[in-house]
């Protein structure tokens, strides 16, 4: 399994901008789909963005509406890192982050179609 380790969490103002990562080690699948979920407090954890592997040498991105225009999920694949550049942060945004990783290429949604899950990292959005 993919080893996952996300950072960049915090404490920030509404409005404010921040950027996680997760750097990815023991690859087993070449160019690997990856994801961001969290999971806000006493609630179920949930799919924020994801970010495909190279399909005829372009990359495609999926979003949960909430986040559609404020948040951009990106990779360099020379540092085995995914990120997750947040704009515009709410009080909504609060969450624990999770980075995700599948034995695809292909996005996903779902939960259960990935394999290979971070620690998170926590972000709170307060002022």
């Known amino acids: 399994q993919v080893q996952l380790l996300e950072s960049g969490g915090g404490l920030v103002q509404p409005g404010d901008s921040l950027t996680l990562s997760c750097v990815l080690s023991?690859?087993?699948?070449?160019?690997?789909?990856l994801a961001w979920f969290r999971q806000p407090p006493g609630k179920e954890r949930e799919f924020v963005a994801a970010?495909?592997?190279?399909?005829?040498?372009?990359?495609?991105?999926d979003y949960e509406d909430p986040v559609k225009g404020r948040f951009t999920i990106s990779r360099d694949n020379a540092k085995n890192t995914v990120y997750l550049r947040m704009n515009s942060l709410k009080p909504e945004d609060t969450a624990v982050y999770y980075c995700?990783?599948?034995?695809?290429?292909?996005?996903?949604?779902?939960?259960?179609?990935?394999?290979?899950w971070g620690q998170g990292t926590q972000v709170t959005v307060s002022s």
């Open positions: 970010i495909s592997g190279a399909i005829w040498r372009s990359y495609t991105t």
């Open positions: 995700a990783g599948r034995q695809s290429r292909a996005t996903s949604m779902r939960q259960s179609d990935y394999d290979s």
């Open positions: 023991e690859l087993t699948f070449v160019d690997p789909a």
